[in-house]
């Protein structure tokens, strides 16, 4: 009827395959499996020349699916490959299986410009960083002994913030221009002892050091903590104990 080449096989549902040898030993190339629409099944790889075979928009590409819902691989113009949903807003989801059992590992969602959605843990060797920004201006890292949160641009400051009550806050700030000093949004309670270096600041006029409850007793103790030497005792009636003398141009005694 016309010139194409056609192979076929007249018996229902029987495949057509195509034999070779390979090696002495005959094997089955291809098998299109006509109870299948001719699946086909390739014994081994398939290697392809994507400029000659397959074109597509001017690129070397190919397309699977139906006209509703295509998936592209292809190439750009300095040989990267791409991998595409043709259609609006669908997923690009990575399966695998663990066990016996098929799983979705890795979800982009195309809604969403994207958003990548793991199905587990994501993990990284040590010394291995996580960068973020477009200058990667923000780092976190594990180094196998110690964690650290770096801002490597200058006078960045890092913010730790939280969801109070439905209103964000910043419930720690540390100000790098200004050595890194720490701003808390509300009191700092400490199971254990907190040691200065230097000195503790107010940012008005008042300081005040205070215990958490009443009857308690307030300690200065300027030679270690466990030391009484050059101690001040303040118990809760307001009486003070000095360990040593007192020294002052006028001392006045009610």
């Given at each position: ?17 195509l ?12 098998t ?17 020349n ?42 690009l ?5 663990d ?5 979705t ?18 993990r990284?060797v ?11 201006d ?29 209103s ?19 009191s700092?309670?400490?199971?254990s ?6 000195h ?7 300081a ?27 118990i ?14 006028e001392l006045?005694?009610?």
């Amino acid at each position: 009827v016309n010139s194409n080449l056609g192979i076929f096989s007249r018996i229902q549902d029987q495949d057509l395959i195509l034999y070779g040898n390979d090696g002495g030993s005959t094997i089955a190339a291809l098998t299109l499996d006509m109870s299948n629409s001719g699946h086909a099944t390739f014994n081994y790889g398939i290697v392809a020349n994507f400029s000659s075979l397959f074109k597509g928009n001017g690129a070397a590409s190919l397309e699977w699916g139906n006209a509703s819902a295509t998936g592209v691989l292809s190439f750009d113009g300095s040989d990267n490959p791409i991998i595409r949903s043709k259609l609006s807003d669908k997923d690009l989801i990575f399966q695998g299986n663990d066990g016996g059992s098929f799983f979705t590992a890795l979800t982009l969602d195309m809604s969403d410009a994207g958003v990548a959605l793991f199905n587990s843990d994501i993990r990284l060797v040590d010394n291995a960083v996580i960068r973020l920004g477009d200058g990667q201006d923000f780092r976190l890292w594990h180094d196998g002994n110690h964690n650290t949160i770096q801002s490597t641009l200058v006078d960045s400051d890092i913010y730790i913030k939280g969801n109070d009550g439905g209103s964000t806050i910043t419930m720690l700030g540390f100000d790098t221009s200004a050595g890194g000093n720490a701003t808390f949004s509300g009191s700092v309670t400490s199971s254990s002892d907190v040691t200065a270096d230097t000195h503790f600041t107010s940012s008005d006029s008042n300081a005040t050091l205070s215990s958490s409850g009443t009857g308690g007793n307030v300690y200065l103790r300027p030679n270690g903590k466990s030391s009484t030497s050059g101690q001040v005792h303040i118990i809760s009636s307001g009486n003070a104990t000095f360990s040593g003398k007192i020294t002052a141009p006028e001392l006045t005694i009610t």
